[in-house]
């Protein structure tokens, strides 16, 4: 393999995305840019209540109004002999933490449109097909739904209580994980010889990933081909979309074909399979036309699937020098009305010890349904939740026993000599300098001169705390990953690859890779990967699975391509294979002048008939890996906040972060993922709730009047650098870089927020961290 740079634009430069130019002058291809011949438009009848069973439904006033083309429900679908969806809930995957069941884990697959109940507000009841969209909505409003309420509940811990109403009944209780990691025994030991023990009680509140663009999508069916076509976006892949598809609509996969272009937006709660995503296209089969659903910003917070919500008990304990002994408690995972992943319950399990020597660890995972739309990997699924937890911890055991945030921090962390690294639960993390990252985050942050800010900010009425969140990750996602490249011999290379664009600069990133690896032009390649016309496998964009794995499989590729390549040109320039070096871009006779470009090679390829017939056709290479083996990104990320006793407002004033991403191949694409994703954090940190009522299940944010997002002017200007320690774990030492923002920013925040209220006495502080709520700690403090 040859890593030297080719044509100037390869790994390791800061090169401008070239997708950006498309998409800010108006080009970019969404599917709201798609109109079909004879296009027909969709509206959803959604349940206005939480949970109510299904007693009647007249749609025949609908299917009388003007342009209303048909009106369909469940019960047509399932006549269709079409299925419900299958998510594949699990708690077993991949590198993840092994876990002890319990009980046997309850997995239900989603109704399409349910005909019996529904089990949260905005879960879709009818669909009705039109000429225009709005004749469609007109139709939408005049279907009768008969609906007998039920009793509802939307807090995991009520789901729980005895008596509670059951979300399904044939599971027999709410309950439907029950799992632990780690070693109790163990952990019971060390807590009785502890000189110190802090506990933490809290809920890491329901978030939703409000992308740019609301879901949408275009659907058709080809009869003569017995073809079904979905055009949606997602950030799971096409590939697995498809294998959605086809399941939901029991039919082969050859009979379906799903595509994505542009995409505005994802962060997780996209790359599960919706609804949605299966009734167009049967629709469209139904009337014969292709179909178009325009979902809006109303929909996406009724019905989009969410983030996060969990109740969380700890305790960490510690000795009389500050060691840390154990770490226990209790994980509960809200997953909302249907079963759609246990995945943040089971990657938080496995990192719930951070990045630090914690002997003894041991927790339970359990997991309620509620009556609330189904929660599903939201930004670092999991891995926020665990590092807010050990990071509060560590700060109330500062707190509580006199220790030195950094000094408590730098004792226990794990050793470069230590890895790899077994945590507590079974875990190997494989490489990484933690304590030098948040060296350079203190000196970033300038952590030593803080007394004198904070003096500052006092002298001016305000309030000034500093924080800490020191982060590890354990990313994985979907194993396999294809890459196909393909050498034009016009001076092109094509690269069709599984993994999706949403927003994080693959059709820059990626071509970076080739221009390095095989000495083309950075402009030369071509990316491919929204059509599984093209496309026929692969994984999507989720737990900073991209870049890591994508630079696995292109490297093979490109491997086969140079190797093929030598064979070629040691037949064109009459030497042996083994006398043929590659550089930059060049096929040449080792020690001379001779050489042939990479597209020279390709046109003998595709034109030469004395070749050997291996060596004849395209210059072509595919790289096909499943790759079980996670991923252990980490960093520090230091906050500081001005609150301003009399409204409780919150000013984050700066912002400093070292992030650890082994291989940067485009270090301004890595810190634009790290100010998106912090901007995230710092959202649910301070701002962000999906709030229903407690009783009813409404949702009473369903709008951003009432959730409320960062901005620009309420973000400071982030301060953040790379560290590239290689991961031995991994080719080319790369580590995921899209998630670290977001990891440690909850901890980071709210531990920056308690040190400003720490001398009125307040120890903790529930997110978000509102005025309202910052305003109240204040004047709780002050009655004492």
């Given amino acids: 393999m040859n890593d030297k740079p080719g044509a100037g634009k390869g790994i390791g430069q800061s090169v401008r995305r070239k997708e950006d130019f498309r998409l800010l002058t108006g080009s970019g291809q969404y599917v709201t840019d798609l109109f079909l011949p004879s296009m027909a438009f969709a509206a959803l009848v959604r349940s206005p209540h939480a949970h109510a069973r299904i007693v009647s439904i007249d749609k025949s006033a609908a299917e009388e109004a003007p342009g209303v083309i048909a009106v369909f429900t469940g019960e047509e679908f399932l006549a269709d002999g079409h299925q419900a969806l299958n998510h594949g809930a699990s708690l077993v995957g991949g590198a993840d933490v092994v876990v002890r069941f319990n009980l046997e884990t309850f997995v239900k697959a989603q109704p399409i449109l349910p005909v019996d109940k529904v089990r949260y507000v905005g879960e879709p009841v009818v669909i009705v097909i039109a000429e225009t ?18 009793p509802a509940i939307a807090m995991a811990t009520d789901a729980l209580e005895p008596g509670a109403p059951l979300v399904w009944e044939e599971n027999g209780s709410n309950l439907v994980v029950d799992v632990e990691v780690g070693d109790k025994a163990a952990t019971e030991a060390a807590f009785a010889r502890a000189a110190h023990r802090v506990r933490l009680q809290t809920w890491i509140q329901r978030v939703t990933g409000t992308p740019m663009e609301p879901r949408n999508a275009v659907a058709e069916y080809d009869s003569a081909a017995n073809l079904y076509t979905l055009h949606a976006g997602t950030g799971s892949g096409v590939v697995r979309e498809k294998a959605d598809l086809s399941s939901a609509l029991d039919v082969p996969p050859e009979q379906v074909r799903t595509l994505c ?4 937006g994802n962060f997780g709660t996209r790359n599960s399979f919706f609804p949605e995503y299966a009734l167009l296209p049967w629709a469209a089969r139904r009337i014969g036309r292709p179909i178009k659903w325009l979902g809006d910003r109303t929909e996406s917070f009724l019905s989009d699937y969410q983030g996060r919500d969990l109740q969380v008990d700890a305790e960490l304990a510690l000795d009389a020098d500050g060691n840390f002994l154990a770490v226990r408690g209790t994980n509960l995972s809200n997953v909302g009305g249907h079963t759609l992943s246990y995945v943040p319950l089971r990657k938080g399990l496995g990192i719930m010890s951070g990045m630090y020597r914690i002997p003894a660890v041991h927790f339970r995972g359990i997991a309620a349904l509620t009556n609330t739309p189904p929660t599903t990997p939201y930004r670092s699924a999991g891995r926020p939740e665990a590092i807010y937890i050990i990071e509060r911890l560590v700060d109330l055991a500062c707190d509580e026993h006199g220790f030195d945030p950094v000094a408590l921090r730098r004792r226990n962390m794990i050793p470069p000599e230590a890895m790899p690294y ?7 993390y494989d490489s990484g300098e933690y304590e030098k990252a948040m060296d350079a985050a203190l000196a970033l942050a300038d952590w030593d001169n803080f007394p004198s800010r904070r003096e500052e900010s006092r002298s001016r009425g305000k309030l000034r705390g500093i924080g800490i969140g020191n982060y590890i990750e354990g990313a994985g996602g979907f194993p396999r990953e294809r890459a196909e490249v393909t050498v034009d011999p016009k001076g092109r290379v094509e690269l069709v690859l599984g993994t999706m664009n949403s927003g994080q600069g693959h059709e820059t990133s990626f071509a970076q890779l080739l221009n390095t ?3 083309v032009p950075f402009e030369s390649v071509d990316y491919v990967a929204h059509d599984t016309a093209r496309v026929s496998a692969g994984g999507g964009s989720h737990s900073g699975r991209s870049m890591r794995l994508a630079s696995l499989v292109i490297g093979t590729a490109t491997d086969e391509i140079i190797e093929k390549g030598k064979k070629i040109a040691g037949f064109v320039l009459e030497a042996s294979p083994m006398d043929i070096e590659f550089h930059a871009g060049f096929f040449e006779i080792k020690g001379t002048d001779r050489r042939l470009g990479i597209f020279e090679v390709a046109q003998a390829a595709a034109t030469r008939d004395d070749l050997p017939e291996e060596l004849r056709g ?22 500081e906040v001005e609150i301003d006793p009399d409204t409780g407002l919150v000013k984050i004033v700066a912002w400093s972060g070292i992030d650890d991403v082994g291989l940067a191949i485009n270090p301004m694409i890595l810190h634009g993922q790290t100010h998106g994703a912090a901007a995230q954090g710092i959202g649910q940190a301070l701002l962000e709730a999906c709030h229903y009522d407690r009783e009813s299940g409404q949702l009473m944010s369903a709008s951003f ?17 790379l560290v590239e320690v290689p991961a031995t774990s991994h080719r080319y030492g790369i580590r995921p870089g899209g998630e670290g923002g977001t990891t440690p920013a909850l901890g980071a925040v709210t531990n920056a927020v308690v040190d400003a209220l720490s001398g009125l006495g307040v120890r903790h502080i529930e997110m978000p961290a509102t005025p309202e709520r910052v305003w109240r700690a204040i004047q709780a403090a002050k009655a004492g």
């Fill in 618 to 639: 395209k210059l072509d290479g595919i790289g096909d890996q499943t790759v079980p083996v996670g991923a252990y990104p980490s960093g520090t990320h230091i906050c």
């Fill in 133 to 150: 969209q709005n004749a469609a909505k007109d139709g939408a409003e005049l279907v009768e739904v008969d609906y007998e309420m039920l």
């Fill in 705 to 721: 009047m009432d959730y409320a997002v960062p901005r620009a002017d309420f973000l400071p200007s982030f301060n953040c650098k």
């Fill in 517 to 519: 690896w095989l000495g």
């Fill in 261 to 264: 272009g542009d995409m505005g």
């Fill in 422 to 428: 077994t945590n507590g639960v079974g875990i190997t």
